[in-house]
T-cell receptor, first 116, second 110 residues
Framework: GAVVSQHPSRVICKSGTSVKIECRSL??????MFWYRQFPKQSLMLMAT?????????EQGVEKDKFLINHASLTLSTLTVTSAHPEDSSFYIC????????????FGAGTRLSVL | LAKTTQPISMDSYEGQEVNITCSHN???????ITWYQQFPSQGPRFIIQ???TKVTNEVASLFIPADRKSSTLSLPRVSLSDTAVYYC???????????FGQGTTLQVKP
């Protein structure tokens, strides 16, 4: 079964609204989680590293004020796309390394965001 | 993080063995080699991981030569459901950070 749960699986919203995506680790704690974005027929692009109890670390070129990350607990990280615009439409995926196997990532099922 | 290079696409037929080779010339001593599978509109799924020599699990084998500058994912007797994108990644031992390359799109034909 899934060890990382991501919700919602699909979001359709109007331009200018904010969208929150949740990523939960199931039956294990994750002090670190990762957020990726994937455009059609392209590879995953790492956006940021979510750290429990501290600020997220963003990859170069990713706007931290646009993509707000909160690691509220050891099992939950959220990504909020603020004031979404059509160019933010993409497939967003989170991952977490399982405790004791930090070099293996377990991925959520992804969230398809469509901004109208 | 070491960069990986793998073929963009491969075709195969049902029942055949498929080998996908990945090069990672700059792999560091602490790095592991990990392969993931991704179906459309799904998150990647862990397939196999190795450090050196050969690793086998219920779905695949991973061959890593002594110099560790390349690795080969072997999928025995593929089926149509193995059609997917396969990513080869070099992962740091401690950080868990992954940088995805372009992956190999495997198309299995009947």
């Amino acid at each position: 079964g899934a060890v990382v749960s991501q919700h919602p699986s699909r979001v359709i919203c109007k331009s200018g609204t904010s969208v929150k995506i949740e990523c939960r680790s199931l039956d294990f704690q994750a002090t670190t989680m990762f957020w990726y974005r994937q455009f059609p027929k392209q590879s995953l692009m790492l956006m940021a590293t979510s750290n429990e109890g501290s600020k997220a670390t963003y990859e170069q070129g990713v706007e931290k004020d646009k993509f707000l990350i909160n690691h509220a607990s050891l099992t939950l990280s959220t990504l909020t796309v603020t004031s979404a615009h059509p160019e933010d439409s993409s497939f967003y995926i989170c991952s977490a390394p399982r405790t004791g196997r930090e070099n293996i990532q377990y991925f959520g099922a992804g969230t398809r965001l469509s901004v109208l | 993080l070491a960069k990986t290079t793998q073929p963009i696409s491969m075709d195969s037929y049902e029942g055949q063995e498929v080998n996908i080779t990945c090069s990672h010339n700059n792999i560091a001593t602490n790095d592991y080699i990990t392969w993931y599978q991704q179906f459309p509109s799904q998150g990647p799924r862990f397939i196999i991981q190795g450090y050196k020599t050969k690793v086998t699990n219920e779905v695949a084998s991973l061959f890593i030569p002594a110099d560790r500058k390349s690795s080969t994912l072997s999928l025995p007797r593929v089926s149509l459901s193995d059609t997917a994108v396969y990513y080869c990644l070099v992962t740091e031992g401690n950080t868990g950070k992954l940088i995805f390359g372009q992956g190999t799109t495997l198309q299995v034909k009947p």
